[in-house]
């Protein structure tokens, strides 16, 4: 996707499709750059409104055919719906919209004159920055596997910019909205592949592309090496599949001198059949995405080492297989960890915080000194929640509000849930520390507080994206199947932290 800036009089740009936004409600006098297409047209639009065949509603789309008239071979009016609640993220589903009507209409290329509609340029740079993420995001598509392929023509956007606009900021932002798209869009396509394809050791090649590309340092721990560390959470789960377990460690050093250094943990379970808990086969080709998280922490690696923040990050994802067979862990087991605590096994479903504990334990170990684990770790945090919004459980306030705000700045919904001590009981066991399933009552804060208890007192942040992880249909800069949740959140906090 070619992305550029280009200045000059709207009926002058060159192009298939020009988009214009209009608030709802709005008159022609009171935007400029209709006006100017107005009167290029002959008054035709003047027609659309008395009519009210273009109204400004929210999404709306309304497709003008310009013969020639001006330089786009077509115009779409976007409403954008009351101005005064419009949202960076509300911009970045708008171009979304707009991006998918163009690719619908064959559009080769797509001019963007959101710098033109005045309640738009109060957002600045960072409007600009979303206008850009959600058209790539929006025009995303995952064909991989289909025959006969149709992917959108659609492949170049040209922002339009006004004459008085500081373009070398505009750029900026465009090229740093590129970066964290691309990096969504890898993480999605990680999570749609199928998981035989996309296998534990298949995580480590992607890991292995991005410390090759973009000079982040790589280290991959492999069966062998995962027994020798004492990582026997880990190996436990992945005993029972054929395919071995990896665990892959990332790290970027943008300020060596200092001492912080922000641990991102990723849950990579390539495919979730419940073990010996089994699941039932309704749905079970759905477990394919257990390994988002894992996906997430991998892209927001690849665009943290492009955008270089002045922040350490080290990244630790631990990736397995959950199958049953005559090897596998069986409920009653108890097993080790790498923290040293001994856990007793209710479910072999279970699974995920298993492989969390032990990368949370190993990230302290290697210096981390904050946390945050991303992980589609239960389905009682899809009852609670729903599709719409991820969920946080902490054992600091303050980093809790860091991520909170990080994830504001980006659009992406996450809600805290409470982590009182008396949670806790459900996770003791009569003949281990910790037992890995607290039952159903509040399972998405029992499987949080499990994990507190590798954390220890490092300040520790878990994201449940069971729910978010996927969308079950199209909905704003979100395709139907993954949606790369996360992903930006992360990015954010790395600059921010």
């Known amino acids: 996707m070619i992305v550029e800036l280009v200045v000059g009089k709207l009926v002058k740009i060159q192009c298939d ?26 008054g035709n639009l003047t027609v659309l409104f008395k009519e009210q065949l ?51 209409l064959s559009a080769k290329t797509l001019a963007l004159a959101m710098r033109h509609e ?9 409007g600009v920055q979303a206008s850009v993420e959600g058209a790539y995001l929006g025009l995303y598509e995952f064909n991989h596997y289909k025959s006969k392929k149709k992917p959108s023509l659609l492949s170049g956007i ?19 909205a590129l970066i964290i798209a691309d990096s969504v869009c890898f993480a999605r396509d990680m999570v749609n592949h199928p998981s035989h394809y996309m296998t534990p050791e298949r995580m480590a090649k992607h890991a292995e592309e991005i410390a090759h590309n973009f000079g982040v340092d790589l280290e991959i721990l492999r069966a062998s090496q995962i027994r020798e560390q004492g990582l026997e959470a880990l190996w436990s789960v992945a005993k029972g599949s054929d395919e071995p377990p990896v665990l892959i460690v990332l790290t970027y050093r943008g300020n060596p001198q200092n001492s912080e250094v922000l641990g991102l943990i990723g849950k990579g379970i390539t495919f ?35 955008l270089k923040p002045a922040s350490n990050i080290l990244a630790v994802i631990p990736c397995a297989e959950n199958m049953p067979s005559g090897r596998a862990l069986k409920p009653g087991d ?11 096994i209710i479910s072999t479903d279970a699974e995920g915080r298993l492989v969390l504990a032990d990368a949370i334990s190993y990230a302290r170990k290697l210096g981390a000194t904050k946390l945050i684990d991303l992980a589609t770790l239960t389905g009682a945090c899809v009852v609670a929640l729903g599709k719409v919004t991820s969920a946080i459980v902490a054992n600091d306030e303050s980093w809790s509000q860091a991520v909170l705000t990080a994830a504001v700045a980006t659009g992406e919904k996450m809600w805290p849930l409470p982590a009182f ?26 499987a949080g507080l499990f ?23 199209e909905n704003g800069y979100n395709p139907k199947g993954a949606t790369g949740a996360g992903v930006r959140t992360l990015i954010q906090i790395a600059e921010t932290t």
Not at 17 to 41: G, H, K, M, R, W
Not at 334 to 344: D, L, R
Not at 460 to 466: R, T
């Open 158 to 176: 040209q922002i339009v910019a006004s004459p008085t606009d500081d373009t070398t900021a505009l750029q900026a932002a465009v090229d740093k």
């Open 334 to 344: 108890v097993i080790g960890s790498h923290s040293g605590k001994t856990i007793e």
């Open 54 to 104: 273009s109204c400004g509603r929210y999404g709306e789309t309304t497709v003008i055919h310009t013969f020639g008239a001006i330089a786009a071979k077509q115009v779409i009016l976007l409403g954008i719906g009351n101005s005064a609640k419009l949202t960076i993220d509300k911009i970045r589903s708008l171009t979304a919209i707009a991006a998918r009507a163009a690719s619908k």
């Open 17 to 42: 499709t020009l988009v214009v936004c209009i608030p709802e409600a709005a008159s022609l006098t009171e935007n400029a750059a209709i006006t100017e297409i107005d009167q290029a047209l002959g």
């Open 451 to 473: 994990l507190a208890e590798f954390a220890n007192t490092t300040p520790w942040v878990h994201i449940d994206i069971a729910g978010t992880v996927t969308s079950e249909k």
């Open 272 to 306: 979730d059949s419940g073990g010996i808990s089994l699941k039932p086969s309704e749905g079970m080709g759905e477990m394919k995405d257990d390994m988002g998280g894992a996906a997430a922490v991998l892209a927001a690696m690849k665009a943290i080492a492009q």
């Open 118 to 126: 005045a309640e738009l340029t109060r957002f600045g740079v960072a």
């Open 421 to 446: 001590d008396e949670y806790k009981e459900q996770i003791k066991s009569d003949i281990a520390d910790l037992k890995n399933s607290g039952g159903r009552p509040a399972g998405a804060i029992t």
